[in-house]
């Protein structure tokens, strides 16, 4: 390929999530524990991407259950008095660094107590990792979002299974985290021409709208803020498809490209009207549709929350292109890590 296009290692890619993979056996063992140990709440902490990503699995868990056992939230909300942890509450932290400093601050303020505490993360020697009671690692990733979400939706799925009677989903999840290593690479490399058309299209708008419903929500934000925002410098906003037609829409017009992510169970409904009000009013929109993937491996009932992951491998393709043809290298920072905040 040209040098000013992206290139795809499916190998290096597949090398990235081997480790969590080769963890799926240590996260059930330790969802199992904290429920035999009596643990009767878990708490989701993190910022950015990992905030999202939790909420996406727990929404993907009411859809599933009436259990309420599972809250995402943000470190300083563990202040509050609704989500202040005790004994039979077990926190788990996520950071791809350990070094985010609201979700370290968080977990240093517990390690002073008996709370359980847990991190999800890269290395073992981060200061997260040592801040907490016990500590997942995958290791030096290129993708450790998506080595997070393996394990924490297995985690989280063990302590369903042993603290539920009615949840039987396990076993169907944890065949179907195994073989989405594959259907991720495949998402990527199926949608390489696709992200560069896209690139091209967008590189010079001066803002667009990022839409996703239910779970998808989470890809949304994580492609506007933390890929378009964060990486780009692009004025992108991420929506709620839920909330669409509660103010949204009124700026949808010709002249703001809409980025439509579409993903599988109960909230695809509500993507699909959104999809019918631009192509009515607007010149349509960027469609980035989980259906449209093959997922080999993964159970049907498992793609509703593997959809939100597999459209994101999709879209990091529109992103690396934009950083080639914008100049902007995707590691380029003006604040973050920069200066004091």
């Known amino acids: 390929m040209p040098e000013d296009t992206i290139t795809f290692d499916r190998a290096a890619f597949l090398k990235d999530l081997r480790a969590s993979v080769g963890l799926i056996d240590a996260a059930q063992k330790i969802g199992e524990s904290l429920a035999n140990e009596g643990i009767e709440r878990l708490l989701l902490v993190g910022c950015g991407a990992p905030h999202y990503m939790f909420q996406a699995i727990n929404i993907w868990i009411g859809s599933n259950t009436k259990e309420d056992c599972i809250a995402d939230i943000y470190p300083i909300e563990l202040m509050h008095p609704r989500y202040a942890p005790d004994k039979k509450t077990a926190v788990i932290f996520g950071s791809h660094s350990g070094k985010t400093a609201e979700t370290l601050q968080g977990a240093v303020t517990l390690s002073q107590t008996d709370v359980n505490t847990l991190a999800i993360t890269q290395h073992a020697d981060s200061p997260l990792a040592q801040a907490v009671g016990h500590a997942l690692t995958y290791g030096t990733s290129g993708q450790g979002y998506f080595s997070s979400v393996i394990l924490v939706l297995t985690l989280v799925s063990a302590f369903l299974r042993k603290r539920s009677p009615g949840w039987d989903l396990h076993s169907k999840l944890i065949s179907s985290l195994q073989n989405l290593p594959a259907a991720l690479a495949d998402a990527k490399q199926l949608s390489m021409e696709k992200g560069m058309h896209h690139a091209a299209a967008l590189q010079n708008e001066a803002s667009l709208f ?100 597999v459209v994101d491998a999709a879209l990091t393709n529109l992103v690396e292109q934009l950083a080639i043809l914008r100049g902007h290298p995707m590691t380029t920072r003006r604040y973050m890590g920069k200066v004091d905040y």
């Open 210 to 309: 990022v839409v996703g419903n239910g779970p998808m929500y989470t890809t949304a934000y994580v492609f506007a803020a933390c890929f378009l925002m964060e990486m780009q410098r692009m004025n992108a906003h991420p929506i709620d498809g839920l909330n669409f037609f509660h103010g949204p829409f009124e700026m949808a017009d010709a002249s703001t490209p809409i980025i439509l992510l579409l993903g599988e169970g109960v909230f695809r409904p509500d993507a699909e009207r959104v999809a019918q009000f631009c192509d009515r009013y607007t010149n349509g929109c960027i469609t980035y549709d989980a259906a449209s993937f093959e997922m080999p491996g993964i159970h049907k009932e498992m793609r509703p929350i593997v959809a939100p992951f």
